[in-house]
């Protein structure tokens, strides 16, 4: 079973493979394929639960799919991410809706948008046993300031990724997500941090990769140009529907092998 002590001793030796699920059949078929990390990521917003951007969703939600999906994964270590403003806005409340996602929905760790607001709620933390994962970058949850573009790509936005990749490992998180950053940073970073970093559109030096499950399996409407279809499950889905339309509308589902006959209900009346 993986752990953060183990997935940190991975840095610059093995890569780390990190995919989001937000249901327990998906995490179960993650989990089996030998991948390190689920991430039960605030992208459920869009990928799952039909809404327009990540902003929507709910701490209630993030815990309910969150202990599906530790339901059903015995191995890959399970990251909870925190929703917005579940956090960084009052200590307490920040610390009780971590501390939920452990406590209740069984997650492994919890994944924070980081920013200067995030480096001491981070070292509280881990002072209270909850591992914390950073995300530097592209962070969508402020989708409203900083729109979806690639971030770090001028000097003065590079240096402050990397100052705040260096104080959130000081603070004591166990790894950090770099997402749509130029991957010249991304390699400056991960040479700068002792804890491994994990790309999304950050090129091929990080220590580890993600990508939402989604874009993986084609199950999305477009693919982000930083990620890659390694299947076409929509179109297979959209087979399986259709023949199923067909066979019952030509009557030939369900046939006999599907249906039971019970011999003392002939003739009720």
């Given at each position: 079973m993986a752990t953060v002590r183990s997935l940190r001793?991975?840095?610059?030796?093995?890569?780390?493979?990190?995919?989001?699920?937000?249901?327990?059949?998906?995490?179960?078929?993650?989990?089996?394929?030998?991948?390190?990390?689920?991430?039960?990521?605030?992208?459920?917003?869009?990928?799952?639960?039909?809404?327009?951007?990540?902003?929507?969703?709910?701490?209630?939600?993030?815990?309910?799919?969150?202990?599906?999906?530790?339901?059903?994964?015995?191995?890959?270590?399970?990251?909870?991410?925190?929703p917005f403003l579940s956090f960084g806005v009052d200590e307490a409340a920040s610390i009780e809706n971590c501390g939920r996602m452990l406590k209740e929905a069984d997650a492994d760790a919890v994944k924070l948008e980081s920013g200067p607001h995030t480096v001491e709620l981070t070292e509280r933390l881990v002072q209270l046993g909850i591992p914390v994962m950073a995300h530097l970058g592209l962070t969508p949850q402020r989708v409203k300031e900083l729109g979806l573009s690639r971030q770090g790509t001028d000097r003065d936005d590079a240096r402050e990724i990397m100052d705040l990749a260096k104080a959130h490992a000081e603070a004591g998180a166990f790894s950090l997500v770099l997402e749509h950053v130029p991957a010249n940073l991304a390699r400056q970073v991960t040479e700068a941090i002792d804890i491994p970093t994990i790309g999304i559109g950050a090129g091929p030096d990080c220590d580890g990769q993600v990508l939402v499950i989604n874009d993986v399996v084609g199950m999305g409407d477009s693919v982000p140009p930083f990620a890659a279809q390694f299947g076409d499950v929509k179109s297979e889905m959209e087979s399986a529907v259709d023949s199923y339309r067909d066979a019952v509308e030509a009557g030939d589902f369900p046939a006999e092998e599907h249906s039971h006959v019970e011999d003392d209900l002939d003739e009720l009346y």
């Open positions: 001793a991975k840095t610059g030796d093995e890569p780390i493979t990190m995919l989001t699920a937000y249901d327990a059949p998906t995490a179960r078929i993650v989990d089996e394929a030998g991948i390190d990390i689920i991430l039960v990521g605030d992208s459920m917003g869009n990928a799952s639960l039909g809404y327009d951007s990540t902003l929507p969703v709910t701490v209630e939600e993030m815990h309910s799919r969150t202990a599906a999906v530790a339901r059903a994964t015995d191995d890959a270590l399970v990251v909870a991410d925190m």
